[in-house]
């Protein structure tokens, strides 16, 4: 069993930065990939970014070249940097956990981009 909570959502500008971070509670936090996804109001939650156990990382292209995933085992904590920011960014953010077929989520975290 994996708890979740995802900190450091805000309202920033256009072009501004963010940074999410995801604190997992629980053991064996490095067995599982993790993700960050995100929900806009009345769209399907979509992936954003994922990281595996090895560090190797995928993005939406919609982030490519604009947020960062990384993961520090030892805190048992994955973050999201955000760059560039942009108000189609606005979105719910959920970090998930994932291994061998179960997922766990966090609450979710807002942001929000104005233009």
């Known amino acids: 069993q994996v708890q979740l909570v995802e900190s450091g959502g805000g309202l920033v500008q256009a072009g501004g930065s963010l940074r999410l971070s995801c604190a997992a509670s629980?053991?064996?936090?490095?067995?599982?990939?993790m993700a960050w996804f995100r929900q806009a109001p009345g769209k399907q939650r979509e992936l954003v970014a994922i990281?595996?156990?090895?560090?190797?990382?995928n993005y939406a292209d919609s982030v490519l070249g604009r947020f960062t995933i990384s993961r520090f085992n030892a805190k048992n904590t994955v973050y999201l940097e955000m760059n560039g920011l942009k108000p189609e960014d606005t979105a719910a953010y959920y970090c998930?956990?994932?291994?061998?077929?179960?997922?766990?989520w966090g609450q979710g975290s807002q942001v929000t981009v104005s233009s």
């Open positions: 990281i595996d156990t090895g560090g190797s990382t």
């Open positions: 998930n956990a994932h291994l061998a077929g179960v997922n766990y």
């Open positions: 629980g053991s064996d936090f490095a067995l599982y990939a």
